[in-house]
């Protein structure tokens, strides 16, 4: 080091100094690093860009943010939804600016990628930073360092600051359009099954769909039933339509639904009393209750505690139809007409039935797509007496004759009022399809 073999008092007095001023310097560094939120900036006011997207690259492009969300339930934090890097995103900092005393605050992120990645290099990840006290922040900023100018940096609003009381009993969301989706007739028919059995609100997180596809999404966003949350997620990573890593340099699985399924948790976690995780072409399905809500006032009721409720998918092949309820107007409707798809494949041995799920969202923490990662409360699986997930798709054992298959036909309970509000629907959009 410099300070050995100096010889002078004064040198030596020099060097003391120097060592103190380091030590100090490191000291301040070591706060800085803490998850305690520090004043790095007085007298400031807030001037970066508010983020509009849904999907934000931080430089570098290794991290994403979908959104950031408040959450008291354990002690005050904000938690932003994200996508990241599993190995290249190291430390993150959260910059919050307090609008009432002018002071910037930073703390340091806890990164938590989320378990079920399934190989790829970019998965779900939860941001979390301690907020400042009195401060109630209304924006947060993401940095790779606890230095430098926060007004280059995007602020994004945190969301579910204010607590709200319910306003709809279940919200559906749908994970991931893509594909030029157009699928149009089982789309309207699940939208309409979903409301008949007591739906208000339905989130599509949506990369890409049929101009036809528009048209109807945009019925139903009039109507209010629909909200669409833009999900460009291809124009930032190289996305898989598998669910797991098949070593093709994509990045991220399955359109990145687990990050978009966590994010629709939170953004209902204030507006919903439950939270519904499915596909657009799956349906749950009550077989004592006439809907959902009996059926989860019951559930509820039998399961103090529980906070997530598991459905077990059943497929209906769409290559197997009966001739009931071949209503010729619909046939020039592109997509499938479940209610001639009342065959399902019966259990194999040996292959476990997937489940999704109805939440409490207040109570889940993390959520994968078949069960969550973790929550406040206990998963239970509802048994098949007491309802059933009706899939209808390409089959998944496609050489078994119709015999083998087993005549169901739950939906058909509901065929007179599911066909009144089709037909009220593909009226009304295929009307607008002219103009
Ligand atoms: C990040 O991605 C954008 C396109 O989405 C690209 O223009 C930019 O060069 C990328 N930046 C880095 C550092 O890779
Ligand atoms: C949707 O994706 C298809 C290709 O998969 C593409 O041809 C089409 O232009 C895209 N549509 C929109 C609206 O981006
Ligand atoms: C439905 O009816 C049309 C004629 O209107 C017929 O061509 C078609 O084969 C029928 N489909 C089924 C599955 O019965
Ligand atoms: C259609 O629903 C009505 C009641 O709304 C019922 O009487 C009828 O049996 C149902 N049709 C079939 C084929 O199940």
Not at 222 to 235: L, R, Y
Not at 409 to 414: G, Q, R, V
Request: net charge positive; glycine share 4%; charged share 20%.
């Amino acid at each position: 080091m410099l300070c050995a073999g100096k010889k002078s008092y004064f040198a030596a007095a020099v060097c003391i100094m120097t060592v103190t001023s380091m030590l100090a310097v490191s000291y301040l560094k070591l706060q800085r690093l803490s998850h305690q939120p520090k004043v790095i900036q007085e007298g400031r006011r807030c001037r970066g860009k508010i983020a509009i997207s849904t999907i934000t690259a931080l430089e570098g492009n290794k991290t994403f943010i979908i959104s950031p969300y408040f959450d008291d339930r354990e002690s005050k934090v904000t938690r932003l939804i994200g996508i990241v890097h599993h190995e290249d995103v190291k430390q993150l900092y959260c910059w919050f600016c307090c609008q009432a005393n002018g002071k910037i605050y930073v703390s340091k992120a806890k990164i938590d990628v989320h378990s079920d990645r399934f190989g790829f290099p970019y998965g779900a990840a939860d941001i979390v930073c301690l907020e400042p006290k009195n401060c109630d922040p209304t924006h947060v900023s993401i940095h790779q360092s606890p230095h430098g100018n926060i007004d280059q940096l995007p602020r994004f609003e945190i969301k579910n600051r204010k607590p709200e009381t319910f306003s709809v009993d279940f919200t559906v969301c749908i994970s991931a359009m893509f594909g030029n989706y157009n699928n149009v007739l089982q789309f309207i028919q699940s939208m309409e099954m979903y409301k008949i059995l007591g739906v208000q609100k339905v989130v599509i997180y949506k990369n890409n769909c049929s101009h036809l596809m528009e048209k109807v999404l945009k019925f139903y966003i009039e109507e209010g039933t629909v909200e669409v949350i833009p999900w460009p997620i291809n124009s930032h990573l190289r996305v898989s339509s598998k669910w797991r890593f098949m070593q093709d340099g994509t990045h991220i699985g399955y359109y990145g639904q687990i990050t978009a399924l966590n994010d629709c948790i939170y953004r209902n976690m204030e507006r919903s009393k439950f939270v519904v995780l499915n596909d657009a072409d799956e349906i749950i399905l009550p077989l004592k209750h006439p809907d959902w809500k009996t059926m989860m006032n019951s559930l509820r009721e039998q399961n103090p505690g529980t906070s997530v409720f598991l459905f077990e998918n059943h497929i209906f092949p769409e290559t197997v139809s009966s001739r009931t309820f071949n209503i010729s107007s619909w046939n020039t409707v592109p997509g499938v007409n479940i209610l001639q798809h009342v065959y399902r494949e019966p259990d194999r041995k040996d292959v476990i039935n997937p489940r999704k799920m109805i939440v409490d969202p207040r109570k889940v923490i993390q959520t994968s797509v078949h069960s969550v990662l973790r929550a406040y409360g206990k998963s239970v699986y509802v048994p098949m007496d007491v309802a059933l997930i009706y899939h209808c798709r390409k089959a998944l054992q496609g050489n078994l004759p119709r015999e083998s298959l087993i005549r169901d036909t739950t939906l058909w309970k509901y065929n007179s009022s599911l066909i009144m509000n089709v037909n009220k629907v593909l009226s009304q959009t295929m009307l607008q399809t002219k103009n």
